[in-house]
């Protein structure tokens, strides 16, 4: 641990490990295996970067995405470290070239995606090689009930027995109970040394507002909180990801979308901007962001609703990784709940996969209408407690105000039997509202007891009331693909006059103001003018070596260095993120900009 200690401190340049760093370190270097769950954020990767440098030989990594082994290993080798890759964007002699460095024991860390690592070529490349430890990041991958469920992961468990000595550490930052056994299951880790670290990321503030023009209300927040930021926005379809895109850019923005549709090329391109500029936003669906390292993601906003929590909290994690004040924003809608139930219950597969996936997107909607701490339930999903609200989240901030709901939930369930359980909800609202159009007097639906009973709420609060009565599950949908309503179980006593129903008002638009994160370094306004000539410094030398910004040095260390003002390079190591390597490398570049900042202010 000396050992590990000494490179925490060189290589990377940070005076003390974090969260549960040293114990998972500690039980690699045992030569023991682990499994570790760690926010985003939290410095998982040290937890195999420094015990394959203690251990020497070359450490390996399963890592899911292609796309992100190219940052991943520039950023290692801006360390000084040995790092490379293998898949298939390279050309033969580069693969032959990286082949050779792995078996000459000139690498200290390999990339490589699980498909190729299970190739017997891979194996039998590794029989003749000297493993350090094998990392199978983004472990929740192995789970079928999962949102990013990888077959291939479901087979690494041969790496324990071809490989029984080597040590093997198992990573993610999203995995309820279910999923925890299920890596340990599957991946043959019942011996595994066990890290669950706390799941919460106070600096992201969590808001969940209703669907109504949800467009409208995303660039408002945009506006008012991100007019310069990067961030991401999640969509359910490629088809609404193009027009989001497009409308974001129509309005000034620099907006890329990010599809499996597109071609693999424009997806590699859109990324590269995303990680290597300022201000990109990309709008994509699920398929981008697993392992974005971009720590300075002011904001991930869904404009339609997550399949599940896991789902949710592994994309609002992309945001903030930095420490920095985030925000998570969502806006759904009626249609939400209706698409992603007909997708759960109408897809193939067997039953069981079907009543875990609804009851996880139930969980989901019961986030989405909660009156209580957003940040407490979220937790409290995976397993954790806290003990106090937040005061963090739109709940918290502007309590939501409910009302008896009782009579006009009966009216629209009512309004759902007497019309046959046979209609969408635009249907069963211009009923409600007395609207006798040639569709509702071809059905005779003008002369039942509902036909005009709802004409105290407008047709909007009504698709309100219907929502919350989806989510609440008093009602469900059919798999028709029209959306049709049917009334459950559970509304029974409803109607009966036996049980309350409480809704939600639906309440304007939050005016958040934007929360102090307490990782922050908080910069004098004298200060502000280096830390932007540091930033510049910083963007110039990353265009020159083709790599992003953060990979020379991250916000929080410029930040850090505009307070501090170091005046030598003995002042500049002891900035946090400022190590040996890049202290050498840099050092010297970044002390001119500062005595330059220091002439200007005498």
């Not at 930052?173 to 299951?185: K, L, N, P, V």
């Not at 003990?387 to 918290?396: A, K």
Request: charged share 25%; net charge neutral.
């Amino acid at each position: 641990m000396q050992r590990a200690q000494h490179i925490l401190e060189s290589v990377f340049g940070y005076d003390a490990f974090r969260h549960s760093q040293a114990d998972v370190i500690a039980a690699l270097l045992d030569g023991g295996d682990v499994l570790t769950l760690m926010p985003t954020g939290g410095g998982k990767s040290l937890c195999y970067q420094i015990p394959a440098l203690v251990r020497g030989g070359c450490g390996v990594v399963v890592s899911p995405l292609i796309a992100l082994m190219q940052d991943q290993v520039d950023a290692l080798r801006q360390l000084g470290i040995r790092a490379a890759y293998l898949n298939s964007t390279l050309d033969a002699a580069t693969a032959r070239s990286t082949e050779q460095a792995l078996l000459a024991g000139e690498l200290d860390m390999l990339y490589v995606a699980p498909e190729r690592l299970l190739t017997d070529r891979m194996l039998d490349l590794l029989d003749r090689s000297t493993v350090s430890l094998f990392a199978i990041d983004e472990a929740h991958c192995v789970s079928q009930w999962g949102h990013d469920f990888r077959p291939e992961y479901q087979r690494l468990s041969v790496l324990h027995e071809r490989f029984p000595t080597v040590p093997r550490i198992a990573l993610t930052a999203t995995a309820d109970a279910r999923t925890r056994e299920e890596i340990i299951q599957q991946l043959q880790l019942q011996q595994a040394a066990v890290f669950v670290n706390s799941f919460d990321r106070p600096n992201i503030h969590y808001a969940i507002s209703e669907g109504a023009n949800p467009r409208e209300q995303l660039w408002r927040f945009l506006e008012r909180e991100h007019a310069e930021d990067a961030g991401i926005i999640y969509c359910l379809s490629r088809k609404k990801v193009e027009a989001t895109a497009e409308w974001l850019t129509a309005k000034g923005r620099t907006a890329l979308p990010y599809h499996a549709g597109l071609p693999a090329d424009q997806r590699q391109a859109h990324q590269q901007r995303f990680l290597r500029e300022e201000g990109v936003i990309v709008v994509a669906t699920i398929a981008f962001g697993m392992g974005i390292d971009k720590p300075d993601v002011r904001f991930v906003a869904h404009l339609n609703l997550p399949k599940s929590i896991e789902a949710y909290y592994q994309e609002t994690g992309r945001a903030g990784r930095d420490g920095q004040p985030a925000n998570a924003w969502m806006a759904y809608g009626l249609q939400d709940i209706i698409t992603l139930r007909q997708m759960v219950l109408g897809g193939e597969g067997a039953e069981q996969y079907k009543r875990i996936a609804s009851n996880k997107l139930e969980a989901m909607l019961g986030l989405c209408e909660l009156i209580a701490c957003r940040r407490q339930a979220l937790l409290a999903y995976f397993g954790e407690t806290l003990d106090e609200p937040c005061g963090n989240c739109d709940n918290c901030r502007t309590p939501p105000q409910t009302w008896d709901g009782t009579e006009t939930a009966q009216k629209a369930l009512s309004c759902v039997y007497r019309s046959g359980q046979r209609f969408g909800v635009a249907y069963l609202v211009d009923v409600l509202l007395g609207k006798s159009d040639e569709r509702i007097q071809r059905n005779g639906h003008d002369r039942i007891s509902t036909f005009g009973i709802g004409e105290g709420l407008s047709g909007p609060e009504w698709r309100g009331v219907f929502r919350q009565l989806l989510a609440q599950g008093y009602l469900q949908t059919d798999l028709d693909g029209y959306g049709t309503l049917r009334l459950t179980e559970k509304c029974r006593p409803v109607l009966r006059g036996e049980t309350t129903v409480q809704l939600r008002r639906q309440r304007k638009p939050e005016k958040v103001k934007k929360p102090r994160a307490a990782a922050a370094v908080d910069l004098d306004p004298l200060d502000r003018p280096l830390y932007e000539a540091l930033r510049e410094r910083r963007t110039a030398l990353a265009q020159e070596q083709g790599v992003p910004p953060y990979v020379i040095f991250h916000d929080s260390t410029l930040r850090e260095m505009a307070a501090l003002r170091p005046q030598n390079l003995r002042e500049l190591h002891t900035v946090s993120g400022v190590g040996e390597q890049k202290l050498e490398r840099y050092g010297e570049i970044f002390l001119a900009v500062i005595q330059e900042s220091n002439f200007a202010m005498e």
